[in-house]
Nanobody, 126 residues
Framework: QMQLVESGGGLAQPGGSLTLSCTVS????????IGWFRQAPGKEREGVSC????????KYSDSVKGRFTISRDHGKNTVYLRMDTLKPEDTAVYYC???????????????????WGQGTQVTVSS
C-alpha cells in the first residue's frame, strides 16, 4: 500500500522560498509517478507539477513555471518541490499524490490519483 507524507510547509514572505517534501513508503520511486497539487480556500484543486517514475518527464503548470522545481532523491524515496519567488497567490494547502506506473516516462497534473498525502499549508504573506 502506497503512503505519502508531505512536510516543509510554512510561512514565507513574497519573493521568498520554501521546499516541500513528499516521502513515499510502500513503493520505490521507480514504480511511482508523483504529482503536486494545491487548493486554496474557496478554489478548486489545481495541478502544480509532476515527475514520472523514471524521472525523465517533469511538468509544471503555467502559474508556477520558472519558479518551482520538482526533483527526487531515490535514497530517501522522497520527491521535492522547490518553490522560489513565492507570491501571495501561491498560498494554499499543497498535496502530493502518487500512482503506480512502473518506470514510465509519463506524468500528469490533472485527474485523480490512487494515493494522497495529508497536505501541508503554505502561506505567503508579508
Amino acid at each position: 500500500q502506497m503512503q505519502l507524507v508531505e512536510s516543509g510547509g510554512g510561512l514565507a514572505q513574497p519573493g521568498g522560498s520554501l521546499t516541500l517534501s513528499c516521502t513515499v513508503s510502500g513503493f520505490t520511486l521507480d514504480y511511482v509517478a508523483i504529482g503536486w497539487f494545491r487548493q486554496a480556500p474557496g478554489k478548486e484543486r489545481e495541478g502544480v507539477s509532476c515527475i514520472s517514475s523514471n524521472g525523465g518527464s517533469r511538468k509544471y503548470s503555467d502559474s508556477v513555471k520558472g519558479r518551482f522545481t520538482i526533483s527526487r532523491d531515490h535514497g530517501k524515496n522522497t520527491v521535492y518541490l522547490r518553490m522560489d519567488t513565492l507570491k501571495p497567490e501561491d498560498t494554499a494547502v499543497y498535496y502530493c499524490a502518487g500512482e503506480d506506473d512502473y518506470y514510465s516516462d509519463y506524468c500528469r497534473i490533472f485527474g485523480d490519483f490512487g494515493s494522497w498525502g495529508q497536505g501541508t499549508q503554505v502561506t505567503v504573506s508579508s
